[in-house]
């Protein structure tokens, strides 16, 4: 698909097919997120792959019972690895470039998602501590998104946003 085709067709999909998707094709996906950029390439993210279906069940209810989670065959939950950053760049690798290293990835993988005709959502509202229990997710690495991965039963419409216009400032606020 033609860049802006796979950027303009990414909607939140919040249904799936009970079928399969090869852990390859997932992994393709995961290698993919992990082209994107990292301060001071320090790559500050990792990607826990969950397909176990309880996994998932306790997935759900650290994530406030959003049920579809479990409906998908693979979950990637996206950790920011603060420690990795950290090390180098001190408080701000720890709160912020450790953040924007595995959000950068997330949105690389729902893009590479969308152009292998799959579905995803990028969920966030979730409980982080239940989860890094669950998933046994060490000190210094944070979960921040739980990406959810499969075949769409729903075409969802686009919601309506905010022109582009809106939000550009030029030169100064
Ligand atoms: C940081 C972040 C957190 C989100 N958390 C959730 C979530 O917990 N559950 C959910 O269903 N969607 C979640 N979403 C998806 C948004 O609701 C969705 O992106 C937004 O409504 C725009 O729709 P679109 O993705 O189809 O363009 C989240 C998106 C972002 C970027």
């Given amino acids: 698909m033609e860049f802006e085709d796979v950027a303009e067709e990414r909607r939140s999909v919040r249904s799936f097919e009970q079928k399969e998707i090869p852990e390859e094709e997932i992994k393709e996906i995961i290698e993919i997120g992990h082209m994107a950029p990292s301060a001071g390439n320090r790559q500050a993210r990792d990607f826990v792959l969950v397909s176990d279906e309880e996994l998932k069940e306790r997935l759900v209810y650290n994530a406030y019972g959003q049920s579809f989670i479990s409906e998908a065959p693979w979950v ?84 309506k946003k905010m022109d582009a216009e809106e939000l550009i400032h030029y030169g100064s606020w």
């Fill in 76 to 159: 990637i939950v996206v950790c920011a690895n603060q420690k990795r950053s950290a090390e180098r760049y001190g408080e701000r690798g720890r709160e912020l470039y450790s953040i924007q290293d595995a959000t950068a990835a997330v949105e690389n993988m729902l893009l590479a998602v969308v152009d292998r005709s799959y579905g995803a959502v990028w969920i966030g509202a979730f409980e982080e501590k239940k989860v890094a229990a669950t998933l046994e997710i060490p000190e210094g690495v944070r979960p921040i998104a739980l990406i959810p991965i499969g075949h769409p039963a729903e075409t969802p419409t686009e919601p």
